[in-house]
């Protein structure tokens, strides 16, 4: 390095890349990061949907609608996203898994009774 001028190398989130190699493997963390944001802002907008449903059918307060769900979740042993899918598929003319049916209803008249 000549004195006087200084050095500059491609940084990315402060860190040095050294070459075309850890720029691709940035890019490609980069990329997952992205797809991970893009499937978390789709399943929170499938859940809040399902809360609405949920909401209506019972009389419920938002927090009381997220509280079915999570237990229909628990309950059945199923990721709450899936339970959100069913439920706002169901809306839509679907069928509604037995299971799910019998642990919506429940967690329904249990919120509805506290």
Do not use: C, Y
Not at 6 to 35: F, W
Not at 66 to 84: H, Y
């Amino acid at each position: 390095m000549e004195i006087g001028k200084e050095r500059h190398s491609a940084r990315v989130d402060g860190h040095p890349l050294h070459g075309q190699g850890d720029l691709a493997l940035r890019i490609d963390q980069l990329q997952r990061e992205i797809a991970q944001l893009q499937e978390a802002v789709v399943s929170h907008a499938v859940i809040d949907q399902a809360i609405g449903v949920v909401i209506s059918l019972g009389g419920l307060r938002p927090d009381q609608g997220f509280e079915v769900l999570r237990t229909v979740s628990q309950r059945t042993n199923t990721k709450l996203r899936d339970i959100a899918e069913q439920i706002v598929g169901w809306v839509h003319s679907e069928r509604l898994a037995e299971d799910v049916r019998q642990a919506l209803e429940t967690a329904l008249a249990d919120a509805a009774s506290a």
